[in-house]
C-alpha cells in the first residue's frame, strides 16, 4: 500500500512562508514536531501561523513501530529553550501556542519542569495566548504530573494512539494503556477545569468495535476532545498501512464521538493530534 488514495492530494504548501517560519526555529535551535514526525500538513499549518514546538530535544528514548521521531544518544535539556519559545510565540503572533516533546524516561521527572518553565514563559512573552501541550506518560510519576498541571495550560493532551489489542505492536514495551487512561484521569482529578484530549491513528488493524471501546474508554476519564486520523506509514523500517480508512468512515467516527460525549471532535483522513488545535479548542468552548 504505498500510493496513497485520491483524498490524500494537497495543494503544494507555500515555500517562502516555510522557509521563513524554519529559518527563525533554526536560528534559536528550537524542534517542532512538524518537521520530526514528517507530518503532511506542515506547510499548510505554517501558512496559518500554527506550529507544535518539540521540547526536550529531538531524541526519544521510547522506540514506537508508528513514530519518525529519532532514537539515539540523549542530549541535555537546552535551559534557555523556555525563553526561546516564549519569545518566538510574541514575534510570530501566536495566538495559540502548542508545546509537545519527546519522550525522556531518562530525566529523573521526565521532563515535567521543562514543560512547566515553557508555558510560564509563555504566559509571561505572549499573555493573550491560549496554551496546549501534548505530554508523554512520565513512566506514572504522579509528581511530574502535578508540575505539568500546575502549569495550567488550557488544553492537556496525552495521546493513546491505537487500541489495546495493538499496544505491543505499535507502541513502546514501556508504553501502556492503562496508564495512559489513567494520567488522563488523574489530570482531571488535580484540575478539572483544564480540557483534556487525547488521538487515535487508523489503519493498523483495529476494528470498528474496537476503535469505538477506545472512545468509551476515553469518555470513561472524562477526556473532553477527541482526533482521529489515518495512520501513515514514515519509511519501509516503519509499522506498514493495513488499510486506508475511508473519508465517510471518519465521519461515521466523529458522530459516533459526539454522541458519547466529547466536547469537540475532528476527524478526517490527515488530522494529526494537533492539527488545527485552535479551531478544535474553539468548537469545545462553544459546547
Not at 534559536?28 to 530535544?57: D, H
Not at 487500541?163 to 514495551?173: A, E, G, H, S, W
Not at 478539572?192 to 487508523?202: A, N, W
Not at 476494528?207 to 489515518?230: F, P, S, Y
Amino acid at each position: 500500500m504505498n500510493r496513497l488514495p485520491r483524498w490524500f492530494k494537497q495543494e503544494l504548501p507555500d515555500k517562502g512562508n516555510q522557509s521563513f517560519y524554519l529559518k527563525i526555529l533554526r536560528s534559536l535551535r528550537l524542534q517542532t514536531v512538524c518537521e520530526g514526525a514528517y507530518c503532511p500538513n506542515l506547510g499548510k499549518c505554517f501558512l496559518k501561523n500554527s506550529l507544535t514546538f518539540m521540547i526536550l530535544g529531538n531524541i526519544c528514548t521510547r522506540n514506537c513501530g508508528f513514530c519518525a521521531i529519532e532514537k539515539g544518544r540523549l542530549l541535555e535539556p537546552d535551559n534557555q529553550e523556555s525563553d526561546k519559545i516564549g519569545l518566538v510565540s510574541t514575534l510570530l503572533g501566536l495566538k495559540y501556542v502548542i508545546i509537545t516533546s519527546v519522550t525522556r524516561d531518562d530525566l529523573p521527572d521526565g521532563g515535567a519542569r521543562q514543560f512547566y518553565l515553557t508555558v510560564k514563559s509563555i504566559r509571561q512573552f505572549n499573555p493573550a495566548a491560549k496554551i496546549e501541550i501534548l505530554i508523554p506518560d512520565f513512566n506514572d510519576n504522579f509528581c511530574a504530573l502535578e508540575i505539568v498541571v500546575k502549569s495550567r495550560p488550557e488544553v492537556i493532551g496525552h495521546n493513546i494512539d491505537t487500541i489495546p489489542r495493538l499496544y505491543k505492536k505499535v507502541k513502546d514495551i514501556n508504553s501502556n494503556y492503562k496508564r495512559s487512561l489513567d494520567l488522563l484521569r488523574r489530570i482531571k482529578d488535580i484540575d478539572d477545569s483544564i480540557y483534556t484530549k487525547s488521538s487515535l491513528m487508523l489503519g493498523l488493524g483495529e476494528t470498528k468495535n474496537e476503535v469505538i471501546d477506545a472512545m468509551r474508554d476515553l469518555r470513561a476519564v472524562n477526556c473532553d476532545i477527541l482526533t482521529i486520523g489515518q495512520y501513515l506509514s514514515p519509511s519501509a523500517r516503519h509499522l506498514k498501512v493495513e488499510r486506508f480508512i475511508l473519508p465517510e468512515e471518519f465521519e461515521d467516527y466523529k458522530d459516533i464521538a459526539l454522541s458519547l460525549g466529547f466536547k469537540a471532535v475532528y476527524s478526517s483522513p490527515l488530522v494529526r493530534s494537533s492539527y488545527r488545535a485552535g479551531e478544535v479548542f474553539e468548537r469545545c468552548m462553544m459546547s
